[in-house]
C-alpha cells in the first residue's frame, strides 16, 4: 500500500503522521497520480496547526508533480503516462500517489524537470498573480516584497526585476540578504535589525511605495502601511509571522486613503482558463531564463515533521520539495 502524511489532530508538526493509505481507482474526472516530487508552502503549516481549520482526519499538502498511471470516466485534460503537476485542489499531496480531481492537473511541458514544476507551480502562479494581476506592476516602480529569500520571495524578485521594478525586498538575516540581492533585489532590509518603513522612505526619498506584498502578516502589517505612498495598496497575503489582528479601518484614511487587498491564489485561478493562463506565463518566465529556481532543500516525504519546523523556523532559502 502507498503511505501518505495525515493529520488526526491539529497541533505543531510531531501531529504529521506517515502512514499507509488506501488509494484505489480513479471515478469519474479523477487521476490516479504516482508523485515524483512533492511541493512545501507555508499554507501546509496553517492547515496543520489549526491556523486555516480543515475537517479532520485529513491529508496535507497542496503540490506536487508526478506521472498519470490511470484515468476514471470522462477525463480529457490527460492521459496515463503524462507528467503532470497539480498546486491546489484538495490537500492531501505529501503523498506517494493519490487520486486528483483531473481539472486541477497540468502537463509538464519539455525541459522542465519534476523537481522544478513542484518547487515553482504554486509559489510561481502566487507571484504571478500578485505581481502581474493584483498590482501589476510597471516598469521603473520601486515595490517592497516581504520574505524576499522565502519560496515566494525568490520567484517574485526575479520576475519584479525582470519587468523592470527597482525591488525593496526584507529578509530574517545576513546570509538571506545576499541570496535575496543575487536574485533581483536592488536593496534588502534586515527585519530582525532595521525599521523598515523607516529605510523604505529612506529609500524612496521620503516618497514611499505604490504597493507593498506583505506575507509576515502579525509582525509587519501595520509597518508595511507606513511604507507606503498616498492611494498605495497594500496586498496582505499571508500569516508567517500569524494572522493580521483585528484594527481599526480609518487608519487606512489617516495614512493616505490607502487600498487594501487580501487574495488567494484560489481566487485567480479559479477557472481552468485562469489556471491554464496563469500556469503558461510560470512556465514562459521560466522558459525565457529570467526566472530561475534552484531547489535548496530536498527532504524524503517520511521527513515533513522536520521540513515543518525548519520552515517555520526561518532556517529555509527559497523552494522546498520531499521525494517519495
Ligand atoms: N495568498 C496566497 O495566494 C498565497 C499563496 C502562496 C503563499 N502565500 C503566503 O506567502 C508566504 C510565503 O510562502 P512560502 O511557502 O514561500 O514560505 P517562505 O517564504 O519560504 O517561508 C516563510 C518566510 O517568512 C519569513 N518570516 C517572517 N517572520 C516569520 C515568522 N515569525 N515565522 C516564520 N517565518 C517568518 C521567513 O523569512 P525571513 O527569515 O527571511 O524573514 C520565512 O522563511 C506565506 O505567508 C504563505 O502563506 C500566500
Redesign the pocket.
Known amino acids: 500500500m502507498p503511505k501518505a502524511v495525515r493529520i488526526t489532530e491539529t497541533g505543531g508538526p510531531e501531529v504529521l503522521r506517515w502512514e499507509e493509505v488506501e488509494v484505489g481507482a480513479p471515478g469519474a474526472g479523477q487521476a490516479l497520480v504516482r508523485h515524483t516530487a512533492v511541493g ?5 503549516t ?1 492547515h496543520r496547526s489549526g491556523l486555516y481549520p480543515v475537517p479532520l482526519p485529513s491529508g496535507i499538502g497542496s503540490e506536487a508533480a508526478g506521472v498519470v498511471e490511470a484515468v476514471g470516466p470522462g477525463v480529457t485534460v490527460v492521459r496515463p503516462s503524462d507528467r503532470v503537476v497539480y498546486a491546489g485542489g484538495p490537500r492531501g499531496a505529501y503523498a506517494e500517489s493519490r487520486l486528483v480531481p483531473a481539472e486541477v492537473l497540468l502537463p509538464i511541458p519539455a525541459g522542465i524537470d519534476d523537481r522544478t514544476a513542484a518547487a515553482v507551480m ?2 510561481g502562479m ?1 507571484a504571478q ?2 505581481i502581474r494581476r493584483t498590482y501589476p506592476v510597471k516598469t521603473g516602480e520601486t515595490v517592497l516584497f ?8 525568490l520567484i517574485a524578485c526575479q520576475w519584479l526585476k525582470a519587468l523592470g521594478a527597482t525591488v525593496i525586498g ?4 545576513d546570509e ?1 540578504a545576499a541570496i ?1 540581492r543575487a536574485h533581483g533585489c536592488d536593496h534588502v532590509i534586515v ?2 535589525r532595521e525599521d523598515i518603513a523607516a529605510r523604505v522612505k529612506e529609500l524612496t526619498g521620503g516618497a514611499g511605495v505604490p504597493v507593498v506584498y506583505d ?6 502589517f501595520l509597518n508595511s502601511l507606513d511604507c507606503l505612498r498616498p492611494l498605495g495598496l497594500m496586498v496582505s ?6 494572522k493580521v489582528t483585528p484594527f481599526d479601518l480609518t487608519i487606512l484614511s489617516q495614512k493616505g486613503s490607502l487600498f487594501l487587498t ?5 481566487t ?1 485561478t479559479a477557472t481552468r482558463a485562469d489556471l491554464e493562463a496563469t500556469a503558461n506565463d510560470v512556465f514562459n518566465v521560466l522558459r525565457s531564463g529570467a526566472v530561475k529556481v534552484e531547489v535548496r532543500h530536498v527532504y524524503p516525504l517520511a521527513d515533513a515533521q522536520q521540513v515543518h519546523r525548519d ?10 520539495v520531499m521525494t517519495p
Not at 512545501?40 to 501546509?44: E, G, Q, R, T, W
Request: proline residues 2%; hydrophobic residues 35%.
Open positions: 512545501v508552502n507555508f499554507i501546509d496553517y504554486l509559489k502566487t498573480y500578485l516581504h520574505a524576499a529569500a522565502g519560496g515566494v520571495g526584507t529578509v530574517g538575516s538571506k535575496a527585519s530582525t506575507s509576515v502578516g502579525k509582525d509587519t497575503f499571508g500569516n508567517s509571522s500569524g487580501r487574495p488567494t491564489l484560489a485567480y520552515l517555520e523556523g526561518r532556517r529555509t532559502v527559497g523552494s522546498v
